[in-house]
């Protein structure tokens, strides 16, 4: 064999021998970034159901105040119940972008067990209790959401320890300790 015939094939050699690495390489790369995606897909709707469910509890600290005869609280609260139907609104478009029925499913739900609240408490048909009652029921649900939105993306699925544990705080403990604090 020629000289450069002997190179060549030595090339090709290094090239086969370098290939399966590399493909190996490029294909766990190219599943990080797929994962990274889901994540950051799912960061929104995660911060759109923490935001409601922050209105939520203030809606319904403010609800019982004015239920139980200050209606001083009145215009506080209406423009609080204003601030839920937007973080309502918020909710449903950022799911859409996340395009998963169930998770759109749940919160239609939660978005009508706020309307038939709201309205009770609008109206005062509701006694201050059944209305502390509802709107931790409400919250429960919200936050069961955020779990499920959670999953669902793969943010859970961090697998970086610290990072984990972050955003199990974050969009984990932290939601539930704020509903414990009421």
Known sequence: LQLSRKFALLGLIAVLMFLPPATLIVRADIDKLRLARAELAGLGPARSVIDLIHNTQQHRGLSTIMLGGDAGTASARQAKQAEVDEAFTALAASLARLAQPSLSAAAGTLTQDWRALSKAVQDGTI????????????????????????????????????????????????????????
Not at 172 to 179: D, M
Request: no cysteine.
């Open 127 to 182: 006694a201050p209790s059944q209305s502390i009652d509802r709107h931790t029921a409400l919250v429960a649900g919200q936050l069961a959401l955020l779990q499920d939105i959670t999953h669902t993306a793969g943010i859970v699925l961090v697998p970086d320890r610290s990072t984990y544990f972050l955003q199990a705080a974050v969009l984990g403990e932290l939601p539930h300790l704020t509903e414990a604090f009421g």
